[in-house]
């Protein structure tokens, strides 16, 4: 059975950092994991996603350099680093996880089957 548990949400100023991480119980490499997002008022996007075997990471165009996603395959965990954060990054952040063989790359528009509870990430002076 797939679990995935979001943590390391909170609250931080304009600037700030902080590293969320997606702890997986029941996937393995085969399984490409994604963060979404979900601001108020507002449809839940795609931020970015790493690929099933090597890890192919993808990133939505507007977060380029401000957001890193990598996975600790020893932990089973997925992490999504960021940095340089602005209120409109401000919502509930979501892993979920699809098993996708023989697939290069990843992307947030596929179908994700498993997801986790959310974590709340608030921007804010």
């Known amino acids: 059975q797939v679990q995935l548990v979001e943590s390391g949400g909170g609250s931080v100023q304009p600037g700030g950092s902080l590293r969320l991480s997606c702890a997986a119980s029941?996937?393995?490499?085969?399984?490409?994991v994604g963060w979404f997002r979900q601001a108020p008022g507002k449809e839940r996007e795609g931020v970015s996603c790493i690929s099933s075997g090597v890890g192919i990471p993808t990133y939505q165009d507007s977060l380029k350099g401000r957001f890193t996603i990598s996975r600790d395959n020893a932990k089973n965990t997925v992490y999504l680093q960021m940095d340089s954060l602005r209120p409109d990054d401000t919502g509930v952040y979501y892993c979920?996880?699809?098993?996708?063989?023989?697939?290069?790359?990843?992307?947030?528009?596929?179908?994700?089957?498993?997801w986790g509870q959310g974590t709340q990430v608030t921007v804010s002076s």
């Open positions: 979920a996880a699809v098993r996708r063989l023989f697939v290069r790359g990843c992307s947030t528009n596929w179908r994700y089957d498993y």
């Open positions: 029941g996937i393995t490499l085969d399984y490409a």
